[in-house]
């Protein structure tokens, strides 16, 4: 059973989760940019299994959060309330972008590689996080517009 508690919560998660998802994809994009300032060559180096690391935990939370609609910590009450049928739909639409950002750049990566010589692990950092930040970014703008 649905209480006003229950509502409100959500409506508060649902904004919150809006105004999130734009910051998280700002802060991924950042992280990105310094590793590509001195890509780890052979994972010799701690500091370089860590980095590596950290973007692959970051990425997988990302990606759950954008399969699942995040809010893990809220009630199940309040999770179903959040997931209803337009942010179903506003993700499915921001993951379909992600993926269609994740083809282009595979393709490109392809077209360029006998011009630049890019490795098997950047051009699957840059393909990944392609993805993602492009469904981060659409989720995030289309439940922005649906509270405005």
């Not at 060559?41 to 690391?53: C, F, I, M, N, S």
């Not at 692959?56 to 699942?68: E, M, P, R, W």
């Not at 840059?126 to 703008?141: K, N």
Request: charged share 20%; with cysteine; proline share 2%.
């Amino acid at each position: 059973m649905t209480t006003s508690d229950d509502i409100e919560a959500a409506d508060r998660a649902g904004r919150r989760r809006a105004r999130m998802t734009s910051a998280l994809a700002v802060i991924f994009l950042l992280q990105q940019a310094v590793f590509f300032v001195a890509p780890p060559v052979h994972l010799a180096r701690p500091v370089d299994q860590v980095k590596v690391g950290a973007w692959v935990c970051l990425s997988v939370v990302l990606i759950a959060f954008l399969a699942t609609g995040g809010m893990w910590r809220h009630r199940s009450s309040v999770r179903a309330l959040l997931n209803d049928d337009a942010v179903r739909a506003n993700r499915a639409e921001a993951m379909s972008l992600g993926f269609l950002v994740a083809m282009a750049t595979a393709l490109l990566l392809y077209v360029f590689a006998g011009v630049t010589e890019t490795g098997l692990r950047e051009a699957i950092h840059l393909i990944v996080s392609g993805g993602i930040v492009a469904a981060l970014l659409r989720f995030g703008f289309l439940e922005r517009r649906g509270f405005d």
